[in-house]
């Protein structure tokens, strides 16, 4: 049974930081392409960062370019969103997604296979 497993999120200031991680059980971590997306209400799930298997190769939104790093351990099968200089419009439920690796980065959410619960960042103005 695969499972991802967020880390709390938080309530942070504008300009804080926060660090999310994501657990993964059940499956080969190594083999899986991960990524970071948000929903906010009343909006879509959007893609926010992505890491190929090796940690080599990573995406970002562009509103979150220099501000969220993403990266992976694979030998402790986790993924983690670190998230600088946030501002009011990063509030959203954070989620972690896996997909099998393929040499590709997916943008949308249908493409992921698994998904984690979702954590709640709120940043307050």
């Known amino acids: 049974q695969v499972q991802l497993v967020e880390s709390e999120g938080g309530l942070v200031q504008a300009g804080g930081s926060l660090r999310l991680s994501c657990a993964a059980s059940?499956?080969?971590?190594?083999?899986?392409?991960m990524a970071w997306f948000r929903q906010a209400p009343g909006k879509e799930r959007e893609f926010v960062a992505g890491i190929s298997w090796s940690g080599t190769s990573t995406y970002y939104t562009d509103s979150v370019k220099g501000r969220f790093t993403i990266s992976r351990d694979n030998a402790k099968n986790t993924v983690y969103l670190r998230m600088n200089s946030l501002k009011p419009e990063d509030t959203a439920v954070y989620y972690c997604?896996?997909?099998?690796?393929?040499?590709?980065?997916?943008?949308?959410?249908?493409?992921?296979?698994?998904w984690g619960q979702g954590t709640q960042v709120t940043v307050s103005s």
């Open positions: 059940g499956l080969t971590f190594s083999l899986y392409t």
């Open positions: 997604g896996a997909k099998l690796r393929d040499g590709r980065m997916y943008y949308r959410s249908y493409e992921y296979t698994y």
